[in-house]
């Protein structure tokens, strides 16, 4: 179940980020944000974001258990001005391949055209190949690609979907 993110959910939303992070980006982004600095410092920066409503969130709900947590609004990429962006979607380990993230991305997509946006974009890591292929499946198109410096020191690429 889709439901907002509260506050007894950063915990386990923070978990599932910095776990997927140590998991998937290792060999390819800098390794200092991967160690216990590394999560720490993000593990703050989510906390912050979630306090503050920066983003729209919400997790992914099972029997009591967070399984994912989907991070979404307005993009801060200055020529796509006007586009609806897909921050995170992170799914735990034991979840994946069981379609939340499909539905998650579908959601994210009926949020942005209720808010009256018409196209959706969200980033991955170049690298992230498992990534870059689910979005294509549903759609998304690269539409840039660039080196991202620190901290990521690593290639970015982004993909974009007009939902009109």
Same mark, same amino acid.
């Given at each position: 179940?889709?439901?907002?993110?509260?506050?007894?959910?950063?915990?386990?939303?923070?978990?599932?980020?910095? @776990?997927?992070? #140590?998991?998937?980006?290792?060999?390819?982004?800098?390794?200092?944000?991967?160690?216990?600095?590394?999560? %720490?410092?993000?593990?703050?920066?989510?906390?912050?974001?979630?306090?503050?409503?920066?983003? $729209?969130?919400?997790?992914?709900?099972?029997?009591? %258990? &967070?399984?994912?947590? *989907?991070?979404?609004?307005?993009?801060?990429?200055?020529?796509?001005?006007?586009?609806?962006?897909?921050?995170?979607? !992170?799914?735990?380990?034991? +979840?994946?391949?069981?379609?939340?993230?499909?539905? *998650?991305?579908?959601?994210?997509? %009926?949020?942005?055209? +209720?808010?009256? !946006?018409?196209?959706?974009?969200?980033?991955? $890591?170049?690298?992230?190949? @498992?990534?870059? #292929? $689910?979005?294509?499946?549903?759609? !998304?198109? &690269?539409? #840039?690609?660039?080196?991202?410096? +620190?901290? !990521?020191?690593?290639?970015?690429? @982004?993909?974009? #979907?007009?939902?009109?």
């Amino acid at each position: 179940m889709i439901r907002p993110l509260v506050e007894s959910d950063f915990d386990a939303a923070i978990q599932i980020v910095n @776990r997927n992070w #140590k998991n998937v980006y290792v060999g390819y982004i800098n390794q200092g944000l991967l160690n216990d600095a590394g999560c %720490q410092e993000r593990s703050q920066q989510l906390r912050e974001d979630f306090i503050n409503h920066r983003l $729209f969130e919400y997790v992914w709900e099972e029997s009591g %258990q &967070i399984l994912g947590l *989907l991070s979404m609004g307005t993009t801060a990429d200055t020529d796509k001005a006007s586009a609806f962006e897909i921050w995170r979607i !992170y799914i735990s380990a034991e +979840a994946q391949g069981k379609g939340i993230g499909g539905q *998650l991305l579908t959601f994210a997509e %009926q949020t942005a055209r +209720a808010n009256g !946006y018409a196209e959706i974009i969200i980033w991955a $890591f170049s690298k992230n190949t @498992r990534a870059i #292929k $689910f979005y294509q499946k549903y759609g !998304y198109q &690269i539409d #840039k690609e660039e080196y991202l410096d +620190a901290p !990521y020191l690593t290639c970015g690429t @982004r993909l974009s #979907k007009n939902i009109s």
